[in-house]
């Protein structure tokens, strides 16, 4: 699973005026539509219908560019505009910092964690506690790919693969030192049988026995027969981890964060 947010317009016709525009004095002088017949003075002088108004916009608009510029350099000098370019400077910095250092928004465009994440789900990834906890079996991180998962998307989608660069969601199933098997579609972790709520389906594959090395850790998807995850590529370096998934912040009616621990 890699990780990335139309008004209608009405037309109506022309009605007749109405009696209220009649009452408050307003005369209107029936056209002669057929042409003008030399008598009627009021005569269309565009019978078509259609008014060409590009010229006079065209020669308007240097006037109005110069207009803007002429504003906006105002603006820019003025007290206000300088406290207005602060302001936006400061929070423009801020959100910066936080989302390089704290926590950052994430897209959901696959099923791989389903059902404990859904296709447009977006959720907070927080990118503080990696420093001063290790990592714990079931909680849910976002990483960058290792080497070997980059090596099976060149080899599938050649050396340009957009999807090779972009960041993942798995689930930590198993930490360094334990030794992982899956096998009649169970997880199982230093021999003992994992209870696993959260995934879609038993997987339809075996995998392992294999100890999980120094500094690494084991992830899978949640869905399990329809995720490229671990028991393919193998682990996960604890440096590729860009946080942990915290919460479900849209749409509305999935926030939370059931599962993700």
Same mark, same amino acid.
């Given at each position: 699973s890699c990780l990335a947010f139309s008004p209608s317009s009405s037309f109506r016709g022309v009605s007749k005026p109405s009696p209220s525009l009649r009452r408050n004095g307003v005369q209107f002088t029936q056209m002669n539509m057929s042409g003008d017949d030399g008598n009627n003075k009021y005569g269309d002088p565009n019978p078509g219908g259609l008014s060409d108004w590009g010229d006079d916009d065209d020669k308007n608009k240097p006037q109005n560019d110069e207009n803007f510029l002429e504003t906006l350099r105002a603006w820019i000098k003025s007290d206000e505009g300088k406290e207005d370019i602060q302001t936006y400077v400061l929070s423009l910095s801020i959100a910066l910092l936080l989302r390089l250092t704290i926590i950052e928004p994430r897209y959901i465009p696959s099923l791989?964690?389903?059902?404990?994440?859904?296709?447009?789900?977006?959720?907070?990834?927080?990118?503080?506690?990696?420093?001063?906890?290790?990592?714990?079996?079931?909680?849910?991180?976002?990483?960058?790919?290792?080497?070997?998962?980059?090596?099976?998307?060149?080899?599938?989608?050649?050396?340009?693969?957009?999807?090779?660069?972009?960041?993942?969601?798995?689930?930590?199933?198993a930490v360094e030192g334990d030794e992982v098997q899956v096998k009649y579609g169970k997880l199982y972790v230093n021999g003992n049988k994992q209870n696993e709520p959260f995934t879609a389906e038993d997987a339809a594959y075996d995998f392992g026995p294999v100890t999980v090395p120094p500094g690494d850790v084991l992830?899978?998807?949640?869905?399990?027969?329809?995720?490229?995850?671990?028991?393919?590529?193998?682990?996960? &370096?604890?440096?590729?981890?860009?946080?942990?998934?915290?919460?479900?912040?849209? &749409? &509305?009616?999935?926030?939370?964060?059931?599962?993700?621990?």
């Open positions: 791989s964690m389903y059902p404990t994440f859904d296709i447009g789900d977006q959720l907070a990834v927080e990118k503080v506690t990696k420093r001063i906890r290790p990592f714990n079996r079931n909680e849910v991180v976002v990483f960058n790919p290792p080497d070997r998962f980059r090596e099976i998307m060149t080899n599938n989608y050649g050396g340009d693969a957009k999807k090779s660069k972009e960041a993942l969601i798995k689930r930590i199933v992830v899978l998807g949640d869905n399990r027969n329809h995720s490229l995850d671990g028991h393919i590529w193998g682990f996960l &370096p604890r440096e590729n981890v860009i946080g942990r998934a915290v919460f479900i912040y849209w &749409p &509305p009616w999935r926030i939370g964060n059931e599962g993700m621990f």
